[in-house]
């Protein structure tokens, strides 16, 4: 089973969504994603620090 991962940041990504593990994954379907959103209070560089963020 092939999983979609959007590895790739480009003009696409939101600028607070760059370098996030979340947005690498799961990009538009993130659940902490909205358009025009100006931060994100759950960004990630790691999946460590996502269970930090619990």
Known sequence: MEE???TKED???PKCCVGCVRWQKFGKKCY??????????M???SWDDT???Q
Not at 32 to 40: S, T
């Open 43 to 45: 960004w990630a560089s």
């Open 51 to 53: 269970v930090q963020q």
């Open 32 to 41: 902490y994603y909205w358009e025009g959103k100006k931060e994100c209070s």
């Open 11 to 13: 003009n696409s990504t």
């Open 4 to 6: 979609n991962i959007e």
